[in-house]
């Protein structure tokens, strides 16, 4: 996909928040820069007030890791800041330094399209500390964006109940950048097709479009601008019906269909893009059946999202592609997702040493150590997600796992459960061992995957909360270091 290439030509090394640096440099001049560490990037809460998840953005990852290097552009930019006393902030040899720095950690991730909970390590970077805290603020900027979109295009893609969602959001995404990320993220959560020819182009996601209000509006009449686009574009045949009244629409759209049909082409449908959906869809179809148009499709739009999907689903409305734009590539009702990275581990001569931050709230209190996720199924179902130590006893029969938040929470897995483990290694000191699915295979991933959970997990409000715990190993480490770092 190459997109920090494409769309930058230059090192984005740069791209971090300046504390990030002021810490890389603190911790060259202490002599701690090479010192390995473990990282783990997850977030505290489902978006949307939902039940679950959609992993998104690690192909950017991978790319951003790849190209990780500072050029000469880069350095010296940094070389010339100038700190209070009018010094330089950075001397020459840190410069120096960064320059010769590559990318040498290992990453291991859950694979975009997974359904992922709180708490959950989504990303895991190990190696020397001072790559892992310049990772930080990227790898968050990369992945808490497309996840929420991944997510909200899940949401919304249910609602329509396997019907295509078109992705209509490029006027009002959030600049240039946020609207192809948010079309390939709407795409790798269930959409079907994207208005955004960019992000078609880029990656491979299928362009779709119907036509404007300011088509019509360009004819004296609606029939002329009808006959007029069934002429120019006789295979892309949507009429937007409701510029002037949507029922004169529909007929309209009906004469220019019957006069298509007879040059052998075939009107797609009609959108509908104002008024009451249910009701002018429901009339769109019974006028389009009685007059032998029984395939023709009725879109709509209009600030559509799940919840007046749902609603217009409840109501029995006609409508049969959805048009998002907006609301989806805004993550309108929940603009973050508030992922964080934490530092879990430290080796010290040789040796582990797991880490916690202490806070007055038990959900802030980081997982500590070196740790995976493992799910468990029952008859094909997920039942339970475990938070384990790699190098933990994971040779019991069955596991006990603790809600991270609530320790009276419990629930018991047997370890001859059908399971995966869900960190995937990407990378291995640096080097690259995962193949990338192509974007089409993600978004049948998420679909697959989201197929596996009950669907008490999935509904819009109030869902029930699917099980996360901490391997009582675990539970019990972090306890003690919380109890142990109160005591310092
Ligand atoms: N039957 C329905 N049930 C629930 N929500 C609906 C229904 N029909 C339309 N909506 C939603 O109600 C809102 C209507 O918004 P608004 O009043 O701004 O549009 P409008 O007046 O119909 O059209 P416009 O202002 O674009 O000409 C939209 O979010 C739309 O998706
Ligand atoms: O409503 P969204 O989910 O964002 O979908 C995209 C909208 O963009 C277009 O019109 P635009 O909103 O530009 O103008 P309009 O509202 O006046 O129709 C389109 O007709 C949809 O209404
Ligand atoms: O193709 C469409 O109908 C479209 C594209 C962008 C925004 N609204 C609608
Ligand atoms: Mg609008």
Redesign the pocket.
């Known amino acids: 996909m190459k997109i920090t290439k494409d769309l930058y030509q230059s090192s984005l090394a740069l791209l971090t928040d300046f504390y990030q640096l002021t810490m890389a440099y603190a911790y060259w001049k202490s002599g701690k820069a090479e010192e390995e560490a473990v990282f783990n990037l997850f977030f505290r809460k489902n978006p949307f007030q939902g039940g679950f998840t959609i992993a998104a953005g690690l192909d950017y990852v991978i790319d951003y890791c790849r190209n990780f290097h500072f050029d000469e552009q880069d350095l010296s930019y940094l070389g010339q800041m100038k700190g209070k006393s009018g010094e330089a902030m950075f001397e020459v040899a840190f410069i120096d330094y960064l320059r010769e720095m590559r990318f040498s950690c290992d990453i291991d991730a859950v694979e975009e399209g997974s359904v992922i909970f709180p708490n959950s390590p989504l990303i895991r970077v190990k190696g020397p500390l001072i790559q892992c805290q310049l990772l930080e603020t990227p790898l968050l900027n990369i992945t808490n964006f497309q996840t929420l979109i991944a997510t909200k295009a899940a949401r919304i893609t249910l609602a329509a109940k396997g019907e295509d969602v078109l992705e209509?959001?490029l006027?009002?995404a959030q600049g240039i950048d946020g609207a192809l990320a948010a079309s390939r993220a709407a795409y790798i959560g269930g959409c079907s097709a994207t208005s955004n020819v960019m992000a078609g182009k880029l990656f491979g996601i299928p362009v779709s479009g119907t036509h404007?209000?300011s088509w019509i509006m360009s004819f004296d009449s609606e029939i002329e601008a009808f006959k007029a686009y069934a002429e120019a574009l006789p295979d892309n045949c949507v009429f937007l019906v409701d510029t002037y009244d949507t029922i004169k629409g529909v007929e309209h759209a009906i004469e220019v269909g019957k006069a298509l049909r007879e040059k052998g082409k075939e009107m797609l449908g009609v959108r509908i893009?104002s008024g009451d959906l249910a009701y002018y869809s429901n009339r769109a179809r019974q006028m389009l059946d009685e007059a032998g148009f029984e395939n023709a499709k009725i879109v709509a739009?209009?600030?559509?999202d799940e919840h007046i999907m749902f609603s217009l689903k409840v109501q029995e409305s006609s409508i049969n592609v959805w048009?998002?734009?907006?609301?989806l590539v805004t993550a309108y009702d929940q603009p973050a997702l508030g992922a964080v990275y934490k530092l879990s581990a430290i080796k010290k001569e040789g040796k582990w040493i797991p880490k916690v931050k202490v806070s007055q709230q038990s959900i802030k209190i980081n997982i500590p150590g070196f740790h995976n996720v493992r799910r468990f199924y029952k008859n094909g179902v997920a039942n339970a997600d475990m938070i384990f130590l790699e190098n933990g006893t994971n040779d019991k029969k069955e596991f006990l796992l603790i809600d991270p938040i609530d320790p009276t929470k419990r629930k018991k897995v047997g370890k001859d459960w059908d399971s995966e483990v869900l960190l995937k290694n990407i990378f291995v000191k640096g080097e690259k061992v995962y193949q990338r699915p192509d974007i089409h295979t993600i978004r049948e991933n998420t679909k697959a995957n989201l197929a596996k959970f009950d669907k008490a997990h999935k509904r819009l409000v109030n869902p029930h909360i699917y099980a996360v715990g901490l391997e009582e190993t675990l539970y019990n480490l972090r306890t003690s270091l919380v109890l142990e770092a109160k005591a310092k």
């Open positions: 209509f959001g006027r009002r404007a209000h893009d739009s209009n600030d559509l048009g998002v734009g907006t609301k």
